[in-house]
């Protein structure tokens, strides 16, 4: 299996625009989670989705945020309009079975908004 | 609400030296724990998890981490570090909630390995 596959590895936006992360997360993986780091505020849940329905989302930091899942095999983050402090590495992750098997990470996407 | 402490922000070992990195939870049940190391530019790497049984746990690496429920504390071990091993290091919750689990990270312990 290639993994959890998040893309775009990097990507630099004007504030205001709107960016558009997506996460391909392993086969068969029934649970899928977005995380957004910084050297502030460290890991955060944003959201997290279990069979293709959002079951928190009380980490997603405003309106301006939205998550979706259309079907077991991709998920899509949207930031719109984007700001600079949005700026962050923003992981994907997948588990199976609540986790037992442990939860798989992406590389992340490297966002900046300038 | 369930929360991770790593006590430690930054630890500095010299390589061969032992390695113990702290971690203490809050969560009102048996927890699901965690331990993962990020590299530099990397993501996430599963070191190694506690469900239950035997509380202590080896991961890769050589790495291994005992499940103290006294001190609800999940501490992560190492004999002999690497220069490799040089990368940061989170502890984390799993908890129960809407028919899966989900993750609470620890804000991480920056480990430097001196040569």
């Known amino acids: 299996d290639a993994g959890v596959i998040q893309s775009p590895r990097h990507e630099v936006t004007e504030m205001g625009q709107e960016v558009t992360l997506r996460c391909k997360p392993i086969s068969g993986h029934n649970s899928l989670f977005w995380y957004r780091q910084t050297m502030m505020r460290g890991l955060e849940l944003l959201i997290y989705?279990?069979?293709?329905?959002?079951?928190?989302d009380s980490g997603m930091p405003e309106d301006r945020f939205s998550a979706k899942m259309p079907n077991a095999s991709f998920s899509t983050l949207k930031i719109q309009p984007s700001e600079p402090r949005d700026s962050a590495v923003y992981f994907c992750?997948?588990?199976?079975?609540?986790?037992?098997?442990?939860?798989?990470f992406g590389s992340g996407t490297r966002l900046t908004v300038v | 609400a369930q929360s991770v402490t790593q006590p430690d922000i930054h630890i500095t070992v010299s390589e061969g030296a032992s390695l113990e990195l702290r971690c203490n939870y809050s969560y009102g049940a048996t927890p699901y724990l965690f331990w993962y190391v990020q590299s530099p530019g990397q993501g996430l790497q599963l070191l190694l998890k506690?469900?239950?049984?035997?509380?202590l746990v080896q991961g890769i690496k050589g790495f291994e981490a005992e499940f103290k429920r006294s001190q609800s504390s999940f501490n992560l071990r190492k004999p002999s570090v690497h220069w490799s091993d040089a990368a940061e290091y989170f502890c984390a919750v799993g908890t129960l909630t809407g028919g899966g689990n989900k993750l609470t990270f620890g804000t991480g312990t920056q480990l430097k390995v001196e040569l």
């Open positions: 989705f279990n069979n293709n329905v959002p079951i928190d």
């Open positions: 506690y469900f239950s049984g035997d509380t």
């Open positions: 992750a997948s588990s199976f079975n609540q986790g037992a098997s442990g939860y798989t």
